[in-house]
């Protein structure tokens, strides 16, 4: 089992950036594949990221690409969320997610472990 804990989530100015952070503890974090999702009120909790156990592989979603960066440090157990250009819409909830049973998830059930959310905030 893994706990996640996430950090770095804020207020920023539209075009701005931020850095979201997420530590694992309990059993090590390069035994996961790892995922960032999101989440506004009244909505389904919409994947972002996610990136491989070694970290040679990163997928994003398509309103993200060319603005968000997954990466991870697996001596650090830790995986972070590189955010720039930020929008207005970027403002939600953002989780941290751990899977030890799929390669190439993208959906929420497909992930077993979640973080507790860190808000970021984009004004406009």
């Known amino acids: 089992q893994v706990q996640l804990v996430e950090s770095g989530g804020g207020l920023v100015q539209g075009g701005g950036s931020l850095r979201l952070s997420c530590v694992a503890s309990?059993?090590?974090?390069?035994?996961?594949?790892m995922g960032w999702f999101r989440q506004t009120p009244g909505k389904e909790r919409e994947f972002v990221a996610r990136?491989?156990?070694?970290?040679?592989?990163?997928y994003e979603t398509d309103s993200v690409k060319g603005r968000f960066t997954i990466s991870r440090d697996n001596a650090k157990n830790t995986v972070y969320l590189w955010m720039k250009s930020l929008k207005p819409e970027d403002t939600a909830v953002y989780y941290c997610?751990?899977?030890?049973?799929?390669?190439?998830?993208?959906?929420?059930?497909?992930?077993?472990?979640w973080g507790q959310g860190t808000q970021v905030t984009v004004s406009s």
């Open positions: 997610a751990a899977t030890a049973r799929r390669a190439f998830p993208t959906t929420a059930a497909e992930f077993d472990y």
């Open positions: 309990g059993r090590t974090a390069y035994s996961y594949v």
């Open positions: 990136i491989s156990r070694t970290g040679d592989s990163t």
